[in-house]
Every structure is written in C-alpha cells, then in structure tokens.
C-alpha cells in the first residue's frame, strides 16, 4: 500500500474514533467550536491546526491534554475551521497555553514511515471497533 493510500485510510478511521469519542452513549455531541449538538456521523473531525502539518494532523491525546482535532459541525469546518474558538475551547478544556503548545508541534519536522501509518490505522480501527461495540452504534 502507497503512503497516500495509508494516510487516506487512516484519515477516515482517525476521524470516525474523534467523533464517536466526542459523542455521548448516544452518539450525540457539541461542537467544539459552536456549542451546536449534532450526531456523530452529521459531523467533522476538526483540526485547529491544519491537517497540512503532518507533526499534529493525527494529534489526539485527550488525557494528557495534546489535542489537535474535535467533534466539530459541518457548518463551523467549513467556514475556516473556527480557529480563534477552537484555540480557546482547547485552552478551556485542557488548560492555558495548550492551543499555543499545539502550534509549536505543529512546526516541528515529521514524516511519517508507512509502517508507522499502518500502526496508527490499525490502532484506530479497533479502537473505532471498541467504541461502537461499547456504545452500541453502527
């Protein structure tokens, strides 16, 4: 498999994990950026840093606070992303100065080995797996 076929598959598995995770039991979430509740497949995986910057584009680290993507409504991703709301959302949930952390990654060198793309799909796939199975959802 080329790397563009790797990062395309990983992509759509990384993004269906951010949502789900950002859903309720139900499958209903808010958006980071707008508040708005939506259903977990109605939505984006969001990226506060463009997903152009390999070192953050699969950035998702909720429980130590390195977070570079959300639950985020269709309307908000499309029309630039939100940035400035979703740099204080980040700062709001995970602590002053995050967003600005994010940033700083997000400008180091990183490039990726197929093999590690290939771990990171296979990682979020079961995980996607465990979520849906968890909660009940298709």
């Known amino acids: 498999m080329t790397r563009s076929q790797i990062k395309k598959k990983l992509d759509t598995v990384f993004s269906q994990y951010v949502r789900i995770h950002g859903s309720n039991d139900m499958g209903w979430g808010e958006c980071v950026t707008c508040g708005r509740v939506r259903f977990w497949k109605e939505v984006d995986c969001g990226h506060f840093i463009t997903r152009a910057k390999m070192s953050t584009r699969w950035l998702y680290e909720p429980d130590i ?3 570079n993507v959300g639950f985020q409504c269709k309307q908000c991703n499309m029309n630039g992303g939100q940035q400035y709301a979703f740099s204080k959302k980040l700062d709001e949930l995970y602590g002053e100065g995050t967003a600005e952390k994010i940033l700083y990654l997000s400008n180091q060198t990183k490039k990726w080995s197929v093999y ?23």
């Not at 590690?116 to 079961?126: A, P």
Request: no cysteine.
């Open 65 to 67: 606070g390195r977070v």
């Open 116 to 138: 590690e793309l290939e771990d990171l799909h296979h990682y979020y796939k079961k995980k996607v797996e465990e979520l849906k199975e968890s909660r009940g959802l298709e």
